[in-house]
């Protein structure tokens, strides 16, 4: 068995000397990278698209893949409203209400269409 033992003078790891050696090395590796985020904050519960001054779930879920505080019209999907929402804006947080229900009542599916 080879065993390999490095030492060094105590004074070359001073604190500063540690800080730069890890900051260079999250540098290189990349870990550094921070992703902006947005919270939109439902504010209805009806089922909902339009440009009412309020945020309902539809509208929330079209504001984080679009980035934009737009949706897609269900009757026409080639037009979009400005919604009360907040403008999604990469990794976004979608809060409701508390002690609030949505209800279940239309077949009204929203899909992810930004291609992230």
């Known amino acids: 068995m080879i065993a390999f033992s490095i030492s060094a003078p105590r004074a070359m790891w001073s604190h500063s000397a540690a800080?730069?050696?890890l900051t260079a090395m999250l540098l290189v590796t990349g870990t550094t990278?921070?992703?902006a985020d947005?919270?939109?904050?439902?504010t209805t519960t009806e089922q909902e698209i339009n440009d009412n001054g309020e945020c309902s779930l539809q509208e929330a879920?079209?504001?984080?893949?679009?980035?934009?505080?737009?949706?897609?019209v269900a009757t026409n999907p080639d037009q979009f409203v400005t919604?009360?929402?907040?403008?999604?804006?990469g990794h976004d947080r979608i809060v409701?209400?508390?002690g609030r229900t949505w209800p279940n009542n239309s077949a009204t599916l929203v899909t992810r269409v930004s291609g992230k």
């Open 38 to 42: 947005n919270t939109i904050y439902v």
């Open 19 to 21: 800080r730069r050696l």
């Open 96 to 98: 409701l209400p508390a």
């Open 61 to 72: 879920i079209y504001s984080a893949n679009f980035d934009n505080n737009i949706a897609v």
């Open 33 to 35: 990278t921070t992703y």
């Open 83 to 89: 919604t009360a929402c907040v403008a999604g804006n």
